[in-house]
């Protein structure tokens, strides 16, 4: 005998982390239906994974039981939710980045539509995503957890649950991201003292993995100093929203972060150097653009 049928999903936002998503659930038998601002995005995507695409956000969840969006920030949600009226009986799960504050209206907007809402943001890049063992940040009422469980297994390799507010779900998640963004600075910027006195960074991984920081010297000195034009797994831009984002969302509760703060402002000024396509760990390379920089300002 056959299991139960796979409910069928919505996938709003074709990008990275959207693509990954249903490269995994088709491959596991789940009926999609794919949506993307850039129309094309999508219609390449389903091609190559049997989906079908729809032309609309409300095209897309009108046959759906699972809403999956995949969405870049705050006014993007709020743009895709805004053209869907009515969600009787659609279990809407918001998975990417966002403030608390736009993931409380948003819950707010989708239950006093008829809908049932779970904050699911993502802890793991697009290929960990697509082999199913993300770790997932879950908040909402659990009868509509339940409901959503179907694609939260099949995502993910452990949750952490804490609690019904979907605000709950994005603070933590973004005091993962402002953590793992600032240890990737400052590895950058040691690479970067170092190299100063001729030290290489292979001097530096070497020290680094007899320490407690040897995973960071195995998973990120050769990332971040590999050449920037190379495809990423997360945008440089999308990082500076994200220390964005954590402090406004600090600023909400009075909670100061000087610290972050002062990285976030390096990393807008790299998306202003041309650099917000880039992998988020090459900020090592405005450090490189800013010393050459001041060196020829110098021979001037």
Not at 233 to 247: C, E, H, M
Request: net charge neutral; charged share 25%; with cysteine.
């Amino acid at each position: 005998m056959g299991g139960l049928p796979k409910p069928r999903v919505a996938i709003l936002g074709t990008g990275r982390m959207g693509s990954a998503a249903a490269r995994r659930l088709s491959a596991l038998g789940f009926p999609l239906t794919l949506w993307n601002r850039t129309r094309e995005k999508a219609q390449a995507l389903a091609e190559e994974i049997g989906a079908a695409v729809a032309r609309s956000p409300v095209e897309a969840v009108s046959q759906a039981e699972i809403a999956a969006a995949y969405l870049a920030d705050d006014d993007a949600l709020f743009s895709v939710l805004a053209g869907i009226r009515r969600m009787d009986g659609l279990v809407f799960v918001n998975m990417g980045t966002n403030t608390p504050r736009a993931v409380s209206n948003a819950k707010n907007y989708v239950t006093g539509n008829g809908g049932c809402y779970v904050e699911a943001p993502i802890v793991a890049g697009p290929r960990v995503l697509q082999r199913g063992e993300a770790v997932l940040i879950v908040a909402g009422e659990k009868t509509c957890i339940a409901q959503a469980s179907p694609l939260l297994e099949a995502l993910s390799s452990h949750t952490v649950y804490v609690g019904e507010e979907p605000e709950r779900a994005q603070a933590l998640k973004l005091s993962f991201n402002l953590l793992l963004i600032t240890t990737v600075n400052s590895l950058s910027e040691a690479l970067a003292l170092a190299e100063s006195y001729g030290i290489g960074k292979d001097v530096v991984k070497e020290l680094l993995s007899h320490t407690v920081f040897r995973g960071i010297a195995e998973k990120y000195v050769d990332r971040a100093t590999s050449d920037p034009a190379k495809p990423a797994s997360f945008p440089l831009r999308l990082a500076a929203k994200d220390l964005y984002y954590a402090v406004s969302s600090a600023f909400d509760r009075g909670l100061p972060l000087e610290g972050v703060a002062t990285v976030m402002e390096k990393y807008l000024r790299a998306v202003r150097e041309g650099l917000g396509e880039a992998d988020y760990t090459r900020i090592y390379w405005l450090d490189r653009k800013e010393k050459e920089a001041q060196e020829t300002s110098k021979q001037g």
